[in-house]
């Protein structure tokens, strides 16, 4: 009888240890402590129940081995299933938030309408590997499917979203198409022009080859500022964890902005105004060249698309006990109210071809906006159709 029940104890805890090893295989150290517990569970059932004579009928499922696993389910955030002989036998609310209230009790396959899940879920296969799935719940969504084998024959399902990860990767590899494309462009016209003036008739004929020179100036500067502005980018992004703490003062910015865009401003007839509602002068712990580049942009900006002849507006307040609020106020056409969200990625673009005939690059507001995230500022785009933009940049004022 002893030896009958070591036997027991024996078969309960190589199970536990089974469910343990597939825990390490699962990896994930929730998932995996789940599925210890699981096992656990699993392991004391099957004592249990071979110990109550008459019921020794083999191994309670999962579900049934432990009473509190619906709470535990309930806790955890990745959706989460239990599925017996293809069936679904629990389902957290996580997993019926993403594949429907009533998965309960239905076949895996309906639960999970995705062919590659379908194919993995088949009856024979052992548990481990992961797969991914697209449109579960959304068509941008995406999720890793992971499976394990417990030792009873049910399978635990986790899906874990990945769509953060996937609509960053998506964003840096439009980002590289993109770069790619605005540099394409003006070179395919340089080349164009230099293939052109090589023939000796082309090259003879001056005012033909000063207009051509003219042209390709124009796009090489294109290119300098599209580059400019990527090594920018790259730089600020690479020193987004280190808080500037430089006293800045903005008026002189101001002045050095005037003079650099003072050719630009006298071709649009725009006055460049200051108005200080402060108590005392703007200053501001910071990063002087990148706040100096934060109100370039967003001054040439108010210039380019403002109207002609109506002046441009940079404004200081206080916003609260510790902030400064910045404006830059236009009288343009606005901005139709459906792109301001989209303002600061990378390339976007109102008018694409408007913004490259005033030099534009698509890149300044992605360049302010992480300026300002550098400085654990804010940044406030509003607009109204006929009338003009105002930009509000929030900044943490230097402490006097
Ligand atoms: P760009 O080099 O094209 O000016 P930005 O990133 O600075 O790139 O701006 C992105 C787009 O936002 C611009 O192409 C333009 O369509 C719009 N935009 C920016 N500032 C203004 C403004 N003050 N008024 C109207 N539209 C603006």
């Not at 240890?17 to 569970?41: D, R, S, V």
């Not at 296969?125 to 995406?142: K, P, Y």
């Amino acid at each position: 009888m002893a030896s009958e029940r070591t036997r027991r104890l024996l078969t309960a805890l190589s199970i536990a240890a089974a469910g343990l090893l597939a825990a390490a295989l699962a990896g994930a150290p929730l998932f995996a402590a789940l599925l210890a517990m699981l096992a656990g569970g699993t392991a004391t059932a099957l004592f249990q129940s071979q110990r109550s004579e008459g019921r020794s009928s083999g191994p309670a499922s999962s579900a049934e081995a432990s009473p509190r696993l619906p709470s535990v389910l309930a806790a955890l955030d990745d959706p989460l299933l239990l599925v017996k002989k293809r069936k679904v036998l629990l389902a957290n609310p996580a997993a019926k938030a993403v594949l429907g209230a009533h998965i309960e009790g239905a076949d895996v396959r309906l639960a999970i309408r995705h062919p590659a899940a379908a194919e993995h879920l088949a009856e024979s296969r052992e548990g481990g590997a992961r797969i991914e799935l697209a449109g579960l719940g959304g068509q941008d969504r995406r999720w890793e499917m992971a499976t394990a084998l417990l030792p009873d024959k049910t399978r635990l399902v986790r899906l874990s979203d990945r769509s953060a990860a996937f609509a960053a990767e998506r964003m840096r590899t439009d980002f590289v198409a993109n770069a790619s494309h605005e540099l394409r462009t003006p070179l395919a016209s340089l080349l164009g022009f230099i293939e052109t003036l090589q023939d000796d008739t082309a090259a003879e004929d001056k005012p033909l080859r000063t207009r051509f020179l003219g042209i390709m100036l124009d796009e090489a500067q294109r290119m300098h500022r599209l580059v400019d502005d990527l090594m920018s980018l790259s730089r600020i992004e690479a020193e987004r964890f280190s808080v500037p703490r430089e006293p800045v003062r903005l008026l002189p910015l101001i002045d050095q902005i005037r003079v650099a865009c003072g050719r630009i401003a006298a071709e649009r007839g725009v006055e460049l105004v200051v108005e200080n509602r402060l108590d005392s002068e703007p200053i501001v712990p910071g990063d002087g060249t990148q706040l100096l580049q934060l109100l370039q942009n967003l001054v040439v900006n108010a210039i380019k698309y403002g109207s002609q002849g109506t002046p441009v507006t940079v404004h200081f307040a206080e916003s609260g006990v510790d902030m400064l609020r910045l404006s830059i106020v236009d009288c343009g056409d606005g901005i139709p109210p459906e792109h301001i969200p989209r303002l600061t990625e990378r390339f976007y673009r109102v008018d694409a071809s408007r913004s490259r005939n005033m030099g534009g690059t698509g890149l300044g507001l992605a360049i302010v906006k992480h300026i300002v995230g550098r400085h654990r500022g804010r940044l406030e785009i509003t607009s109204k159709l006929g009338e003009g933009t105002k930009v509000d940049v929030y900044l943490p004022r230097a402490s006097s």
